[in-house]
């Protein structure tokens, strides 16, 4: 085994490194570079890089191609903002073309992507978040509906279920959710297990794996394309997301065919799959793991959320606690090991440039644990975030940043925070084996527990409500926390963070609108102090934070 702490001077394969060029991480092998190393253990090989680096920049190399590391916040920000005819998603995941299909997500020409994410994000705007959660918590409910009293449990399948439905129903549509049989779930599951580190590389090997996978696709086409027929025959059209998508046309008028529909269909499925699993799995681990953040959480829900009342998305929104324990979840634990782009033109930061053909990557997974940025940054700590050590949005990049933003975040974690307070509410849960125990497995690829994780669980008694009323909507954030109400404020949005999402419009909508772009305009620069309130909302539970309100 490779050790991980010699130095890259004791290198015997270390590449001369040309003027301007990054550092080259050490102990790459003839032909296979740092291959080895990352099958073995990618995040290891992550963490070495960064700390091998600049601390911000440095390369490494996998089957003769150059990946250059970017970490730190700065360095995030200059790879998020970057145009995508320099750094190019599309070039950087030929790998999903396999599962999305030819022309749709990355493998969409010309600005075909934009325009496909926008049929997306039509249900993924606030107005319709807000009729998620009782979908959300009917489904919690009829899987809690089959538990016995008490027993255990493999919970990571609990969570690939709950979000794999919960979902497809909210996103897609009851149709679609309710068709979701046994071969359903083979086809998908043969999709899934096409995406791996080989992939990455060589999407098109004659592997068993891969063959399933392109035969899952044909298949899922077909049993799509029989529901949409179904429609066109009946006139039936439901007020779903599969609708939607049958009804979108692009610019140029043309509609979507029923290859692009499943692709965008199988895009939006694995976007919250397996990411949002193995994060609610997650959550309720590290929250045992540490039982006064639990009884925490629990309380925190009780106080919400009285009994016999319905699941709102307001209620949800006042869950803090359990929403930083989400966050904190996703800084210790991010589902994608790194996000990548291509280098179409060359690129310079920090003093380095990175010529055409490279790769470039930044990784949440050692971002998220870099002392500089998060203190005691191994510790699980939820509090971090009301101490505003995330305000930077290049700090916390689970979903990546800037317009190329996961378009879901909010929806997910608006998922899991209704899948967790309910579970929470209704059961308490005990770690089956050591704490230390539960650990990541970074040979997928979607990070997620190694499963079975095995927990116990028995029916909740709760004691009496003590009745509290809550106070009134305290901002999280420090920086607007030290606004003064009384006064007027200005507002400033960083449009190269805004993809749509639309809270500040359902919250002020005499100050913010959606324009014909997907992004937001100004009505009013400083509106007065009676609108401060909206105000501080918008800001808040903005997914992007393209808010910033301020004052002289």
Same mark, same amino acid.
């Given at each position: 085994?490779?050790?991980?702490?010699? @130095?890259?001077?004791?290198?015997?394969?270390?590449?001369?490194?040309?003027?301007?060029?990054?550092? *080259?991480?050490?102990?790459? +092998?003839?032909?296979?570079?740092h291959m080895a190393e990352w099958v073995r253990n990618p995040f290891a090989l992550l963490q070495r890089a960064q700390r091998a680096g600049t601390g911000e920049v440095v390369e490494f190399n996998l089957l003769g191609t150059g990946m250059v590391l970017l970490t730190g916040p700065r360095a995030h920000e200059a790879f998020f903002r970057a145009p995508d005819d320099q750094l190019c998603r599309r070039e950087a995941y030929k790998l999903m073309t396999k599962i999305f299909g030819e022309?749709?997500?990355?493998?969409?020409?010309?600005?075909?992507?934009?325009?496909?994410?926008?049929?997306?994000? @039509?249900?993924?705007?606030?107005?319709?978040? /807000?009729?998620?959660?009782?979908i959300i918590e009917d489904e919690t409910?009829?899987?809690?509906?089959?538990?016995?009293?008490?027993?255990? +449990?493999?919970?990571?399948? =609990?969570?690939?279920?709950?979000?794999? %439905?919960?979902?497809? /129903? #909210?996103?897609?549509?009851?149709?679609?959710?309710?068709?979701?049989?046994?071969?359903?779930r083979v086809l998908y599951e043969h999709l899934e297990k096409g995406v791996n580190p080989i992939a990455y590389f060589q999407p098109d090997l004659p592997l068993p794996s891969f063959k399933r996978r392109d035969a899952a696709r044909v298949r899922l086409v077909e049993r799509v394309s029989a529901i949409l027929d179904r429609r066109h025959r009946t006139g039936d059209r439901p007020d779903d997301g599969l609708q939607a998508l049958l009804e979108a046309t692009y610019v140029d008028g043309a509609q979507l065919s029923a290859h692009e529909i499943t692709g965008l269909l199988i895009a939006i499925m694995m976007a919250g799959h397996h990411t949002s699993a193995g994060t609610g799995t997650w959550a309720i681990v590290e929250l045992l793991r540490t039982p006064p953040l639990m009884a925490r959480a629990q309380a925190e829900i009780d106080e919400v959320w009285p009994d016999d009342t319905p699941l709102t998305y307001d209620r949800l929104r006042q869950l803090r606690f359990l929403s930083n324990v989400l966050k904190e979840v996703l800084r210790l634990h991010p589902p994608l090991i790194f996000l990548l782009r291509k280098v179409l033109r060359s690129f310079t930061y920090g003093g380095f440039t990175i010529p055409a053909g490279k790769m470039v990557c930044a990784a949440p997974v050692v971002a998220h644990r870099m002392e500089s940025v998060f203190t005691r940054a191994n510790a699980f700590d939820p509090d971090r975030f009301d101490r505003g050590e995330a305000d930077d949005p290049f700090a916390w990049i689970p979903f990546g940043g800037? @317009?190329?933003? #996961?378009?879901?975040?909010?929806?997910?974690?608006?998922?899991?925070?209704?899948?967790?307070?309910?579970?929470?509410?209704?059961?308490?849960?005990?770690? =089956?084996?050591?704490?230390?125990? %539960?650990?990541?497995? %970074?040979?997928?690829?979607? =990070?997620?527990?190694?499963?079975?994780?095995?927990?116990?669980?028995?029916?909740?008694?709760?004691?009496?409500?003590?009745?509290?009323?809550?106070?009134?909507?305290?901002?999280?954030?420090?920086?607007?926390?030290?606004?003064?109400?009384?006064?007027?404020?200005?507002?400033?949005?960083?449009?190269?963070? #805004?993809?749509?999402?639309?809270? #500040?419009?359902?919250?002020?909508?005499?100050?913010?609108?959606?324009?014909?772009?997907?992004? =937001?305009?100004?009505? *009013?620069?400083?509106?007065?102090?009676? /609108? %401060?309130?909206?105000?501080? @909302?918008?800001?808040e539970h903005c997914p992007n934070q393209v808010i910033t309100l301020a004052q002289s």
């Open positions: 085994m490779l050790s991980t702490n010699l @130095k890259t001077s004791l290198n015997p394969f270390q590449r001369p490194v040309e003027p301007g060029a990054p550092p *080259q991480l050490s102990f790459e +092998l003839p032909g296979i570079g022309g749709v997500v990355f493998d969409a020409p010309g600005d075909r992507l934009g325009q496909q994410l926008g049929m997306v994000m @039509k249900f993924l705007r606030d107005h319709r978040m /807000r009729g998620y959660p009782p409910g009829a899987q809690l509906a089959s538990w016995d009293s008490s027993g255990e +449990l493999d919970l990571l399948h =609990v969570m690939q279920d709950l979000t794999l %439905y919960g979902s497809s /129903r #909210c996103l897609i549509g009851p149709e679609f959710r309710n068709g979701m049989d046994d071969e359903f800037g @317009k190329n933003k #996961c378009t879901g975040n909010a929806f997910g974690l608006l998922q899991l925070k209704a899948i967790l307070a309910i579970l929470l509410k209704r059961r308490d849960f005990m770690l =089956v084996e050591a704490p230390d125990s %539960y650990r990541d497995n %970074y040979n997928a690829a979607t =990070v997620m527990p190694h499963g079975p994780v095995r927990i116990w669980q028995r029916r909740r008694l709760r004691p009496r409500a003590v009745g509290r009323r809550r106070a009134a909507t305290v901002p999280s954030s420090p920086a607007v926390r030290r606004l003064d109400p009384t006064r007027s404020v200005t507002i400033e949005l960083d449009l190269g963070l #805004c993809q749509g999402h639309s809270v #500040c419009v359902s919250e002020a909508p005499d100050i913010f609108r959606i324009s014909s772009r997907g992004d =937001v305009e100004l009505l *009013q620069a400083s509106p007065s102090p009676q /609108r %401060y309130e909206a105000l501080i @909302k918008a800001a």
